[in-house]
């Protein structure tokens, strides 16, 4: 009996562990380093997380949007990976802040030249992107992610208002206001990109110790708190039974 509630404990300890370290649901994601604010410059990383434990992924293709086509796409060197920007002539010009655009990067491919994003791992893929647009709220680009298996996942799905989630959601850039000196030049635009992007590095490792320490204190709480418990039930039980 002793041996039971003992292991009934320990199972619903091992439940509250697994429950609380368990990583949310991840899928190809973008994130502007900093803001992305309306009609500037910014450098955004698309986010690829590996969800296979079998193969690894070795392609990503990104699909970027035609109704706010964007002029000036730079990819930052990725090691172990080759980049191709391909651009397409436009069906019809676009005016954006007074010039005709006819070209735009319509793909970003990302080609694994060893062995890739490995089960376990992700890898960020970042790009100079300019300039955006300042009549729209956000940008959506369409993701492929193709693994060593030869699996492809299309994250192409658009989030719908109202509705849950999509299985496969693509990537969503959400554009901020532009601020009252948000017209720079490229140069300006990318200092300020790279001054964010170290302000970022050395303030975003701090803030997940702090998070991953406050879950395992939380967790050690919990383990702790049963053990005590269980040691109670069976100090209990020894002097009824004495």
Do not use: C
């Not at 492929?144 to 299309?154: A, G």
């Amino acid at each position: 009996m002793k041996a039971s509630r003992l292991a009934a404990v320990g199972a619903l300890t091992a439940t509250a562990v697994v429950v609380l370290s368990s990583p949310a649901f991840a899928h190809v994601s973008v994130q502007p380093e900093g803001v992305a604010a309306k009609g500037g410059y910014a450098v955004i990383d698309f986010k690829v997380p590996n969800e296979r434990d079998n193969a690894s992924t070795t392609k990503l293709e990104v699909n970027f949007p035609t109704d706010h086509p964007l002029a000036s796409v730079m990819p930052e060197p990725v090691p172990g990976w080759d980049v191709k920007v391909t651009k397409s002539k436009l069906a019809k010009p676009v005016e954006a802040h007074g010039e005709q655009i006819t070209e735009a990067v319509s793909k970003v491919t990302w080609t694994a030249t060893g062995a890739g994003i490995k089960a376990g791992f992700f890898e960020k893929f970042p790009l100079s992107v300019g300039a955006l647009p300042e009549d729209a709220d956000q940008l959506v680009f369409k993701a492929i992610q193709t693994y060593s298996n030869k699996e492809v996942v299309r994250w192409i799905e658009e989030q719908k208002e109202g509705d849950e989630e999509p299985e496969t959601p693509a990537p969503v850039l959400t554009l901020s206001a532009a601020s009252e000196d948000g017209h720079h030049g490229s140069a300006a635009a990318e200092e300020a990109s790279d001054d964010t992007k170290s302000a970022a590095a050395e303030t975003a490792a701090p803030a997940d110790s702090s998070d991953t320490t406050a879950r395992v204190l939380g967790v050690v709480g919990i383990v702790v708190g049963a053990l005590g418990v269980a040691y109670g039930v069976l100090a209990g039980r020894r002097r009824t039974d004495a």
